[in-house]
C-alpha cells in the first residue's frame, strides 16, 4: 500500500492538470478579495477580523463551495483518466497489486490533493484579507482551533466530493465524457440545492453543509449532519467505485 501511495503521489506532484487547477483556483480566490477591497469602509460591517474572511470565503453561497469541486472534477479527471491512457493503472494491476489497495490509494491521494487546495484557498484569502484591509480585529488560540476545526469538516466534505469524481472517472474512462460529466454535476449541483431548501432534506447535498459549519460556533446537529452526509458519500462512492474496478476488466 506504502508503494502505491509513493507512486500516487509522485503522478499528483508531476500533475499538471492538478497544479493549473491549484492555481487558477487560489487566483480566483486572491481577485475576489480584492475586488471585495473596495468596500473597506464597511469592513467591519462585513466581517468582524481578519480570520473572519476565511470563513465567510467557505459559506455555501460564497465561491468555494460552488467552484471548488469544479476544479477537484477536473484535476481527478485528468489524473485517473491519464493512467488509463497509458496503461500505468493496468501495470499496478499485473504488479499483484490488489484492486482494492489500488483504489483506496487513489481515493487517498485525491483526498490529499483536495484538502491542499482548500487549505491553499483559506491562506490566501488571510493574506489577501490583510493585504487588502490590514491586519484587524483581534483573535486568540481558541479562534485559531475553532478554525481548524471548520477547516477538517469542510476537508472531510470535499473528501466525499472527489470520492464521487473518482468513481466517475473509473466507470467512464474516457477522458472527455467524465470531464464533462464532473464538471456539470459539479455546476448543476447548486441548483437542486436550492431547489431542495435549507431543510434537513436538503442537507443530504453536500453543498447544504458548508454554511452552516462555516461559522465559529456551528451547532452541534450542523456538525453532526455534515460528518454524516460526508462520510456517507465516502462510503457509497468508494463502495461503488471499488466493486466496478474489481470487475472490469483493464484493456
Given at each position: 500500500?506504502?508503494?502505491?501511495?509513493?507512486?500516487?503521489?509522485?503522478?499528483?506532484?508531476?500533475?499538471?492538470?492538478?497544479?493549473?487547477?491549484?492555481?487558477?483556483?487560489?487566483?480566483?480566490?486572491?481577485?475576489?478579495?480584492?475586488?471585495?477591497?473596495?468596500?473597506?469602509?464597511?469592513?467591519?460591517?462585513?466581517?468582524?477580523?481578519?480570520?473572519?474572511?476565511?470563513?465567510?470565503?467557505?459559506?455555501?453561497?460564497?465561491?468555494?463551495?460552488y467552484f471548488?469541486?469544479?476544479?477537484?472534477?477536473?484535476?481527478?479527471?485528468m489524473?485517473?483518466?491519464?493512467?488509463?491512457?497509458?496503461?500505468?493503472?493496468?501495470?499496478?494491476?499485473?504488479?499483484?497489486?490488489?484492486?482494492?489497495?489500488?483504489?483506496?490509494?487513489?481515493?487517498?491521494?485525491?483526498?490529499?490533493?483536495?484538502?491542499?487546495?482548500?487549505?491553499?484557498?483559506?491562506?490566501?484569502?488571510?493574506?489577501?484579507a490583510?493585504?487588502v484591509?490590514?491586519?484587524?480585529?483581534?483573535?486568540?488560540?481558541?479562534?485559531?482551533?475553532?478554525?481548524?476545526?471548520?477547516?477538517?469538516?469542510?476537508?472531510?466534505?470535499?473528501?466525499?466530493?472527489?470520492?464521487?469524481?473518482?468513481?466517475?472517472?473509473?466507470?467512464?474512462?474516457?477522458?472527455g465524457g467524465?470531464?464533462?460529466?464532473?464538471?456539470?454535476?459539479?455546476?448543476?449541483?447548486?441548483?437542486?440545492?436550492?431547489?431542495?431548501?435549507?431543510?434537513?432534506?436538503?442537507?443530504?447535498?453536500?453543498?447544504?453543509?458548508?454554511?452552516?459549519?462555516?461559522?465559529?460556533?456551528?451547532?452541534?446537529?450542523?456538525?453532526?449532519?455534515?460528518?454524516?452526509a460526508?462520510?456517507?458519500?465516502?462510503?457509497?462512492?468508494?463502495?461503488?467505485?471499488?466493486?466496478?474496478?474489481?470487475?472490469?476488466?483493464?484493456k
Amino acid at each position: 500500500m506504502l508503494n502505491l501511495l509513493r507512486a500516487d503521489f509522485y503522478k499528483l506532484r508531476r500533475s499538471k492538470s492538478y497544479w493549473i487547477s491549484l492555481g487558477a483556483l487560489v487566483a480566483i480566490v486572491a481577485y475576489i478579495g480584492i475586488d471585495i477591497g473596495s468596500l473597506g469602509d464597511k469592513k467591519e460591517e462585513l466581517s468582524p477580523s481578519t480570520i473572519h474572511w476565511i470563513y465567510m470565503m467557505f459559506k455555501e453561497k460564497a465561491f468555494l463551495p460552488y467552484f471548488m469541486p469544479v476544479f477537484q472534477g477536473i484535476f481527478i479527471t485528468m489524473l485517473i483518466t491519464k493512467e488509463y491512457n497509458t496503461g500505468t493503472i493496468k501495470d499496478s494491476v499485473s504488479l499483484g497489486f490488489s484492486r482494492w489497495k489500488i483504489y483506496f490509494s487513489k481515493l487517498i491521494t485525491v483526498s490529499l490533493g483536495s484538502i491542499l487546495m482548500m487549505l491553499s484557498s483559506a491562506f490566501v484569502t488571510a493574506v489577501t484579507a490583510i493585504f487588502v484591509f490590514g491586519l484587524y480585529g483581534t483573535f486568540s488560540l481558541q479562534d485559531l482551533l475553532l478554525l481548524l476545526r471548520m477547516l477538517l469538516i469542510h476537508g472531510l466534505l470535499y473528501s466525499a466530493y472527489g470520492s464521487i469524481f473518482l468513481m466517475t472517472a473509473f466507470l467512464i474512462k474516457n477522458i472527455g465524457g467524465a470531464l464533462v460529466f464532473n464538471i456539470f454535476f459539479s455546476l448543476i449541483i447548486g441548483s437542486f440545492a436550492s431547489l431542495l431548501g435549507n431543510g434537513y432534506i436538503g442537507r443530504i447535498l453536500l453543498i447544504s453543509n458548508f454554511s452552516p459549519t462555516a461559522v465559529p460556533y456551528p451547532l452541534g446537529i450542523d456538525l453532526k449532519l455534515a460528518i454524516a452526509a460526508a462520510l456517507s458519500y465516502l462510503i457509497i462512492f468508494t463502495g461503488i467505485g471499488g466493486v466496478t474496478f474489481k470487475i472490469l476488466d483493464i484493456k
